[in-house]
């Protein structure tokens, strides 16, 4: 809305901002907008590409509108899923997704589906790809994942944070599904350090 107020909005039509705006925008990474008209956003991102490179503008739109980073356990409603995921199966798989860092008995998901254990069971299953055990088990995964990359907190403090009781099973679990450590997955995801 600042870059409508001063006049490159209005400037969308123009020369600079018009299709040739539009062209750069596209090989601009996502941002969150529509691409079904360009956004003040975008045409300010696609001046800066123009005039300072690709790099500077992609770091802009990251502090802008940064995207969440995903790993491999990244839960994604549909993702593994069949082509119909009922509302039912959704609210649970977001409320496991909610609450991964708690206990959860399976029953408190079937209730937020208004299910029976058993018939919850069986269609989480067939219209997510995995039980809700496995789809918890990759919400903590990945909860741990960030936490690894994001802050300097000791394994054993995330492991616990995230439903998965200690260090010694966190490590387990990445050895098994990623066949690394907890800390040589920390070092190999974090930037490097240049001094």
């Avoid at 691409?35 to 123009?50: C, F, G, I, K, Y």
């Avoid at 593994?80 to 995921?85: G, P």
């Avoid at 219209?127 to 990359?149: A, I």
């Avoid at 990445?174 to 001094?195: G, N, Q, V």
């Amino acid at each position: 809305m600042l870059l409508e107020a001063i006049g490159f909005g209005d400037a969308a039509s123009g020369p600079r901002f018009g299709e040739h705006a539009r062209e750069i925008s596209k090989n601009l990474p996502g941002v969150g907008f529509s691409t079904v008209s360009v956004s003040p956003l975008r045409n300010a991102l696609a001046v800066v590409q123009e005039d300072f490179g690709a790099e500077i503008a992609r770091q802009i739109a990251d502090r802008v509108a940064p995207q969440p980073q995903r790993t491999r356990f990244t839960p994604a409603v549909g993702e593994n899923a069949s082509a119909y995921v009922s509302e039912q199966i959704q609210a649970s798989a977001k409320w496991l997704e909610a609450n991964g860092d708690r206990a959860i008995a399976i029953d408190e998901a079937a209730q937020v589906a208004a299910m029976s254990e058993r018939n919850f069971l069986r269609r989480f299953k067939i219209e997510m790809g995995v039980t809700p055990s496995d789809y918890l088990l990759s919400v903590r995964l990945d909860m741990c994942c960030r936490l690894l990359v994001e802050t300097n907190l000791p394994i054993d403090k995330i492991a616990r944070r995230c439903g998965l009781g200690g260090g010694g099973w966190l490590a387990k679990l990445f050895r098994k599904h990623l066949a690394t450590t907890p800390t040589e997955y920390r070092a190999s995801k974090r930037p490097m350090s240049t001094s």
